[in-house]
């Protein structure tokens, strides 16, 4: 629970702080190929640095488990939130998103099941995008052609993940709640 909390303040830290530097532009550019980066490039700035942030630690954590590919492992880390880049949010709105969900979690999932269908008003939407984005950006990438194992922990990172899940899928939520 504490550890959820440190996270999610460690989220909206970046949503307010968090900027790419020349150094995290030239890594993702080594690792990524350019359809890969494209959908990079929609996510805005806070979530591409959370992104870089979680590939690093990743391939830390990956090569501790014997995954050499350290070029799949910067692919996952660089991409798994991709889905988020579905809606574009204001930062009022990125504001009010991320308090909800780090602090008053209900209201954060009922307006998201209030933005569930396609013709819903825009702000509930921008909710139901940010609950579903491992799906959504799973759905993207097998568009870019990423391999099927990728593709796989990133649907998995949206769900509940237990030791008997995917080692990748493992990695990558360790990844991302401890960078
Ligand atoms: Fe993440």
């Known amino acids: 629970m ?4 440190g996270y999610r303040i460690k989220q909206s830290w970046f ?7 020349a150094e995290d532009k030239a890594w993702v550019r080594n690792h990524l190929n350019i359809p890969e980066a494209a959908l990079f490039e929609m996510l805005p700035e806070f979530e591409q640095k959370h992104s870089v942030g979680t590939a690093k630690a990743l391939i830390r954590l990956g090569k501790a488990r014997g995954i050499q590919d ?3 492992l ?8 991709v889905g988020k880049a579905a809606c574009r949010l204001g930062l009022f709105e990125k504001g009010i998103l991320v308090f909800l969900n780090a602090f008053i979690p209900p209201v954060y999932s009922w307006f998201a099941y209030l933005g569930r269908r396609e013709k819903s008003p825009k702000f509930f ?9 491992a799906k959504i950006g799973a759905r993207m990438l097998s568009r870019a052609r990423v391999e099927t194992g990728v593709i796989q922990a990133i ?6 993940i237990t030791k008997k899940s995917p080692l990748l899928a493992q990695l990558l939520k360790a990844a991302d709640e401890t960078y």
């Open 2 to 5: 504490l550890s959820r909390v």
């Open 155 to 160: 649907t998995l990172h949206g769900s509940k």
């Open 70 to 72: 350290e070029r799949m």
């Open 15 to 21: 949503l307010l702080f968090a900027k790419m530097n």
């Open 125 to 133: 939407r921008k909710f139901y995008v940010h609950k579903k984005h």
């Open 74 to 81: 910067a692919k996952l880390g660089l991409l798994h939130d």
